[in-house]
């Protein structure tokens, strides 16, 4: 079975979240939708016809979302079958959290990796 199929998004917290997004779309010309962050589409090497995307996002410092770990930032891989990852991962021994979460665009299982950084796997739809 493939696990990771490609990175989903970077996530980072920062003092100043509104700031970050300014400083990158001035001097790195990102685009922003929201105040979630910049998507970068790209197209599938094996399936052309898909649109894949990136997310790059800045958290305000003080955000739970990437606990209980303890970094700064949290990556997001992409995966093909969340539930089967996530079964194989703990059969492992690995860290899983039990929540799993279900959005319009795909669904979200997390990990602790050996050093307590959160991991956020994505399947997307």
């Known amino acids: 079975m493939k696990r990771v199929t490609g ?12 700031a970050m997004r300014q ?11 929201d105040e979630n962050g910049s998507i970068f ?4 090497l094996d399936n052309p016809e898909k649109i894949g995307q990136t997310v790059w996002s800045a958290f305000p410092e003080d955000t739970k979302y990437f606990s209980p770990g303890n970094a700064s930032f949290m990556i997001n891989y992409r ?5 089967e ?5 703990k ?6 959290d039990e929540k ?3 959005y319009e665009f795909g669904k979200f299982g997390w990990i602790i990796d050996p050093e307590g950084n959160r991991i956020e796997l994505w399947e997307p739809k």
């Open 41 to 44: 589409q790209w197209r599938e």
């Open 91 to 96: 059969k492992e021994g690995v860290t899983v």
């Open 23 to 33: 400083w990158y779309a001035e001097h790195l010309g990102q685009e922003f939708q």
């Open 7 to 18: 990175i989903g998004g970077i996530f980072f917290k920062t003092k100043n979240p509104k």
């Open 85 to 89: 990852v996530l079964k194989q991962l």
């Open 79 to 83: 995966v093909e079958n969340l539930d």
């Open 100 to 102: 799993v979460e279900e």
